[in-house]
């Protein structure tokens, strides 16, 4: 959803929100409402109010039931770190965590999923052939693979039924 819920925003500051504006001059009544409108912007020492029962109501309940080991854990460290260093360590700790589980969830998929004769599916993994120069030990560079039949097997030869 917009930020202004789909209504056109409209600059509450009026024509003296420029310096230059104000600058050619105002009447008295712009300047009493340019002095009430700075104290307003000033925040009180309770704001931000933080309302559960409004972000309750704002988030889904399935993201509430992910996020709270973390919210948990650092609403215990906040105030040993700080508000703003501990949500910082939470929100990478969070994505360090999903980047681990992605990494664990491909190494699993890669290790029993490979593309073999038993099966069609799977990611097939070819190793290319190493580069190896004139000069260099194992040059030229010979196949393990002996004959035509080798190259085609998908581990074929090594299955042990």
């Known amino acids: 959803m917009a930020q202004t819920a789909g209504v056109k925003p409209m600059a ?37 109010v933080h309302v559960e029962e409004y972000w309750k109501e704002r988030t889904n309940p399935i993201r509430r039931f992910y996020r709270k080991p973390l919210d948990v854990l650092f609403a215990k460290l906040t105030p040993v770190l700080g508000a703003e260093r501990a949500s910082i360590c939470r929100y990478l700790t969070g994505k360090f965590a999903l980047i681990g589980f992605a990494a664990v969830c491909a190494r699993y998929y890669f290790m029993y999923n490979g593309n073999d004769w038993t099966k069609k599916g ?32 998908r581990g074929f030869k090594k299955a042990t039924i």
Do not use: H
């Not at 990611?123 to 085609?152: H, N």
């Open 122 to 153: 799977g990611w097939r993994t070819i190793r290319t052939k190493p580069m190896v120069l004139p000069g260099q030990p194992g040059f030229p560079y010979k196949s393990e693979r002996c004959i035509d039949a080798d190259y085609a097997d």
């Open 12 to 48: 509450i500051a009026g024509r003296v929100a420029s310096e230059r504006e104000r600058c050619l001059g105002m009447t008295d009544v712009e300047r009493a409402w340019r002095k009430q409108w700075l104290k307003d912007q000033v925040l009180s020492a309770n704001e931000p």
